[in-house]
């Protein structure tokens, strides 16, 4: 069973910061209830005249069996 956690923002209209799991992490959005799996790494770059030579990569995709079982679950609600 998945934790989830919802995000409240503050009054500047942020979340607070999270440190995602890298290898599998899903975001839900409230109003519509489509899911996407987010997986990151951090890449080493070599550019001159950078002051931080790493960067952070992310790749999502579509989760339609997330998005089904979130949106069956609102329509009952």
């Known amino acids: 069973m998945p934790i989830r956690k919802p995000m409240i923002e503050g009054d500047n209209g942020w979340t607070d910061w999270i440190t995602p799991n890298m290898a599998h992490y899903s975001l839900e ?3 519509c209830g489509l ?3 987010l997986e990151f790494r951090v890449v080493a770059y070599d550019l001159p005249g950078t002051p931080n030579p790493y960067r952070v990569e992310f790749r999502a ?3 339609m069996r ?3 079982q979130v949106r069956r679950y609102k329509k009952r609600t």
């Open 61 to 63: 995709r579509r989760n």
């Open 66 to 68: 997330a998005t089904g």
């Open 29 to 31: 959005c409230c109003d």
């Open 35 to 37: 899911v996407h799996t």
